[in-house]
């Protein structure tokens, strides 16, 4: 039995590591071929960061969801839920009022998908299916489909508009996400318990984790990361509109499992799924900037996901 | 931990447990004290895990009282069990194959550091400690999906071991193991011992028994028959005390002697990866053969081996003379041999489909016109099937789900049987079926056998063997090293059939453990 295992596992595990080869690979390339096209603008790059910041923010919970062999289709329609219930609570409340109701809205829902998923038994697949559904028609509702002003300047500037200095507060929400779920996730018993119960449910119960619990707190972390990723549109955007994280869902799973997260559960980290939303968004730069139309994109980037999954994902039998 | 004064680390008193009207436990008594080694024995279903689930608290007696270190367990969970003092190795379930080693070993109660967050080098060092303890090199840092099934094994052990405890249960702990790793392992059961843990020791291996334990107690169909020291036991009566002298229902089943046609199945030298090991195997047409061996004597690797579920390392296998390659399921299915699994429910057929569907599902091609299934064949082959295997249930649309298990197995068996196998390979046919059904599956093999098949049948229920083969293997450690007639196991002075039964499974008994005490020494 060798005890040097450390340096050898890493190029055993070099599938697990794809993500980062991926994105500096393809980062050269853009580099190169794109960079008289503004792709190295430090404006660029920080719009790439914008547009990606919100699902990374999502990814880094979904991370969390897939890890217990879980499933929350839910999000995109709760983040465009939270930002109608943020911007209307604004409206009435103003700033503090907004952003206890966007959070509440999220761990509304987090709290009926755990139960149902948790106390009922219904797979989290249906139960987060059905709450896409709903959360988006009762946006529709009380917003009556229209979109909903933020006139709040600091609300606007905190949640995603605004620079701290020549940082976008949209990167300081992402790195934050990022740090705080990567320290829960491989520092705390809580992200242990998370990985032990999608790894092998039985003997996690065996071991003595509550897994139920265990599947209600992610489901609700989840609900509430969507919450949040809805107020970021909203400050962003500077409304709350029923439309918001429409299609959110499938980027921000994508992003997760090109990070190297199993949907089987058990295996996953945040980083990798920040890097997967990153890497998400870099393609779609640069295949704008390569001057495709968008039907080409929606083609290069379904083929460059499904190599990047299918390097990470394939395991020795 | 155990209280100071108290000569008895665990008191079961009159304990009995009922599931219904099935009597597992009956006003058993069971006492083991701080620093012995305790062996549990008897046959499956005797009542041994009942035992074990009342221990470790997942299960409550229906009447009768548990105390450990002297206090009476009054709560029965397993985190009252485990707060009392009993610490349970299983096996292999309670690992999460996607964590380490050392985050297995101290998982839900993770070593923290001054912050509050886990520190897992800490965990790594401990658990490096705790493997040199016991004497074996296993990297904490691994994956536990990526170590051996020995390692995992003693991970398993060493993880119930990393609380104090002051009993410890450690059920069938050397299934896995190489013989190098049960000597460490004994080793730190010595020491565990010599430091008062009480230890209860379930395995079927008496050689092992023999060895570590200082006492046995003996249950039979849910009853208490003897404790005693080792030093009281021999080989032959302690597997007099196990198996008693009782019927299992086979007694109805008739074995004519048979009449041997040419080889259907030979293998020469045959090994797979770790087992079977160079296994040299003859099934002539109209013969039952019997595979008998302990648990990880390499039974079923040998029938996933000649059925293509794993791949062959190297040897032969002809089929009716023939040379076959057998890469596949397909493969096997190909040259005429078919496998009725081990685990019906998850590898036989699909509950919810109906008695037609399933036995049609590896038989399409033959019912099939170009893509389309054949209904009236399809039908037609339920209706032969069901016939033929005396199959109950109430038409061919019926879901499987929905019969006994019997009847569930012979919708399975019927599933091979469609495609004419010349050699069916039957893993535990009976395993889980009341006792009625078991003799009418048993009394089917003999039927399929005159029929002119070969069959191959692997059982841990030597009952079920003796009644149905005509001649039966012994394995160990991935060998067969026994071949013995089913004739030559009969009492010729016994006075019943019952009594030459009891004998002939008492000779096959020893044979079994006599085959690993010869490769042990």
Redo the contacts between chains.
């Keep these: 039995m060798t005890e040097t295992a450390s340096p050898s596992n890493i190029f055993a595990n070099w599938r697990e590591h794809i993500i980062y080869i991926g994105f500096v690979a393809i980062f050269i390339i853009f580099a190169a071929t794109l960079g008289d096209r503004g792709f190295l603008d430090p404006n660029n790059l920080l719009n790439i960061i914008r547009q990606t910041a919100i699902i990374a923010v999502v990814a880094v919970s979904m991370t969390f969801v897939l890890g217990t062999a879980e499933i929350d289709l839910s999000v995109g329609a709760v983040a465009g839920l939270a930002s109608v219930a943020t911007a209307m609570g604004i409206d009435h409340f103003g700033m503090a009022g907004g952003i206890v109701s966007g959070l509440a809205t999220g761990a509304v829902v987090g709290a009926v998908n755990g139960y149902l998923t948790t106390g009922l038994g219904i797979p989290s697949f249906l139960t987060t299916l059905a709450m896409m559904g709903i959360a988006r028609g009762v946006a529709m509702w009380i917003s009556a489909t229209a979109a909903i002003p933020i006139l709040d300047k600091t609300y606007a500037a905190i949640f995603g508009s605004g620079n701290l200095g020549p940082v976008p507060s949209l990167l300081i929400w992402m790195v934050g996400a990022g740090l705080v779920g990567h320290v829960v996730l491989r520092r705390t018993t809580f992200g242990r318990r998370v990985l032990a119960t999608g790894g092998n449910e039985t003997s996690a119960r065996y071991s003595g984790v509550d897994t139920a619990s265990v599947k209600f707190r992610v489901l609700m972390i989840s609900s509430i990361a969507a919450a949040l990723a809805g107020m970021l549109y909203a400050g962003r955007l500077h409304s709350g509109r029923f439309q918001f994280g429409e299609g959110d869902e499938l980027s921000v799973i994508a992003a997760a499992v090109l990070g190297g997260t199993s949907l089987f559960g058990g295996a996953g980290t945040v980083i990798g799924s920040v890097m997967g939303a990153l890497m998400i968004g870099l393609i779609n730069n640069g295949l704008v900037l390569m001057g495709l139309e968008f039907s080409q994109q929606l083609i290069a980037r379904g083929a460059i996901i499904i190599i990047a999954v299918a390097i990470s994902q394939t395991r020795r039998h | 931990m155990t209280s100071p004064g108290s000569t008895v680390a665990v008191r079961m008193t009159n304990v009995s447990k009922h599931f219904g009207g099935v009597r597992a436990l009956e006003g058993v008594h069971f006492e083991v004290r701080p620093g012995e080694v305790h062996a549990l024995l008897g046959e499956n279903g005797a009542g041994k895990s009942t035992i074990l689930k009342i221990l470790r608290g997942v299960q409550p007696p229906t009447s009768g009282t548990v105390e450990i270190g002297g206090v009476p367990l009054t709560t029965f969970t397993?985190?009252a069990a485990?707060a009392a003092g009993v610490a349970m190795a299983?096996q292999e379930?309670?690992?999460?194959?996607?964590?380490t080693v050392a985050?297995?070993v101290f998982?839900?109660?993770?070593i923290?550091t001054g912050s509050?967050?886990?520190d897992?080098k800490a965990a790594i060092a401990e658990t490096r400690k705790l493997f040199a303890a016991m004497g074996v090199?296993?990297?904490p840092?691994?994956k536990v999906a990526d170590i051996p099934a020995g390692h995992r094994q003693l991970t398993e052990i060493v993880k119930a071991t990393s609380q104090p405890c002051t009993v410890l249960v450690l059920d069938e702990p050397t299934s896995a193991l190489s013989a190098n790793e049960v000597e460490r392992l004994f080793n730190y059961v010595g020491k565990l011992r010599t430091q008062g843990v009480a230890i209860v020791y379930v395995s079927h291996r008496m050689d092992e028994i023999f060895r570590i334990a200082d006492r046995a107690t003996i249950l039979r169909d849910g009853k208490h028959i003897i404790t005693a020291p080792l030093a009281d036991f021999t080989l032959e009566t302690m597997i007099a005390h196990i198996i008693g002298r009782r019927s299992r229902g086979f007694s109805d089943v008739t074995r004519q002697t048979a009449t041997l046609g040419e080889p259907l199945l030979e293998a020469r030298d045959l090994s797979g990866q770790g087992k079977p090991i160079g296994v040299d195997l003859t099934l002539h047409r109209g013969e039952v053969v019997g595979v008998a061996g302990l648990l990880g004597s390499g039974r079923s690797s040998l029938a996933r081996v000649l059925c293509g579920i794993q791949p062959i390392v190297s040897g032969e296998i002809r089929v009716k003379g023939k040379l076959v390659t057998i890469a596949s399921p397909r493969d096997a299915i190909d040259a005429g041999i078919a496998l009725v699994p081990e685990d019906r429910a998850r590898q036989g057929f699909v509950a919810f489909h109906s008695v037609e569907t399933n036995i049609a599902l590896p038989n399409l091609d033959r019912i099939a016109k170009h893509a389309w299934v054949d209904h009236a064949k399809s039908a037609a082959l339920a209706e032969r099937s069901i016939e033929r295997l005396r199959i109950k249930t109430s038409s061919r649309k019926a879901a499987v789900r929905t019969l006994s298990g019997g009847n569930a197995q012979k919708v399975v068996i019927a599933k091979w049987l469609a495609s004419e196998p010349d050699v069916l390979i039957l893993d535990e046919p009976t395993a889980g079926i009341d006792i009625g059904s078991k003799s009418e599956i048993v009394t089917l093999i003999r039927e399929l056998a005159r029929s002119g098949k070969a069959i191959l049948v692997l059982s841990s229920e030597l009952q079920e063997l003796l009644a149905a083969c005509d001649r039966i293997l012994v394995m160990s450690e991935g060998r067969i090293v026994r071949d013995i007639a089913r004739a030559n196991l009969d009492d010729p002075q016994a006075a019943d059939t019952l009594d030459s039964l009891q004998h002939a499974e008492q000779q096959l008994n020893k044979a079994m453990q006599e085959a690993r005490g010869g490769l042990v020494q």
């Design positions: 397993a985190a485990r299983f379930m309670s690992l999460v194959p996607t964590l985050q297995n998982l839900a109660r993770e923290k509050g967050l886990i897992d090199a296993i990297d840092t691994r």
